[in-house]
């Protein structure tokens, strides 16, 4: 099947500690994205990455790190330093820099 | 300041009418809207895109309006099924290099049989 995979789907975190969330897709896709999303609030982004080896900061990306070594893996690390974690976080992908995103199925990071 | 809307109160509707949701914007000049839909817990899940020269879009009961001189898109869902309840998100695409998509912050959808 193809598509977009995030693990795993829920996250514990004591405070101090960095967790990794993992993105990936087989859609061969350039593109990918990590949003987070709090309650009554739009998703809003973290890091993009338009190409292998290359990525960008969103407009939070304040606690947060990223790679891109391979097109198909995102993955984002949520640091220490990163004040209040506890969101819904979503990776997305698309074919290019200007084509549609689609989404996984999202992490549920909390923190303890 | 920039501000995309939707209404946050839920919309409850009867099954077998039409739903209609409202997303609008002010002060951004989007090259494209998009609507998502969302489930509890799950990802977004693209419905239609519909570009700034675009007036009307349709895909089977869904229909987008988009009228860039109200700053506003139109979303809505004919002969409505209790499985269209969910939060629908708009997302204006905006151009900067990439596809920024900035999001509302959706409206919950029930339809009651």
């Known amino acids: 099947d193809g598509g977009i995979t995030q693990s795993p789907k829920y996250l514990f975190r004591k405070e101090g500690q960095n967790v990794t969330l993992s993105c990936e897709q087989n859609l061969n896709h350039d593109a990918m994205y990590w949003y987070r999303q709090d309650p009554g609030q739009g998703l809003r982004l973290i890091y993009y990455?338009?190409?292998?080896?290359?990525?960008q900061k969103g407009d939070i990306a304040e606690g947060y790190s990223v790679s891109r070594e391979k097109k198909e893996s995102f993955p984002l690390t949520v640091t220490s330093a990163q004040k209040n974690p506890t969101a819904f976080y979503l990776c997305a992908s698309s074919l290019g820099a200007a084509d549609t995103q689609y989404f996984g199925p999202g992490t549920r990071l909390t923190v303890l | 300041s920039q501000k995309i809307e939707q209404n946050s109160e839920a919309l409850n509707i009867q099954e077998g009418k039409t739903a209609t949701l409202t997303c609008n914007y002010t002060?951004?000049?989007?090259?494209?809207l998009q609507w998502y839909r969302q489930d509890p817990g799950r990802g977004p899940v693209f419905l239609l895109l519909i570009r700034e020269n675009e007036k009307e879009k349709r895909k089977e009961r869904l229909k987008v309006t988009f009228d860039t001189t109200l700053k506003q898109s139109l979303f809505h869902i004919t002969a409505s099924q209790p499985a269209d309840s969910a939060t629908y998100l708009c997302a204006l695409g905006v151009s900067g290099g990439y596809n920024k998509l900035i999001f509302g912050a959706g409206t919950r959808l029930a339809v009651h049989p």
């Open positions: 990455s338009q190409i292998v080896n290359d990525f």
């Open positions: 002060n951004y000049s989007p090259a494209y």
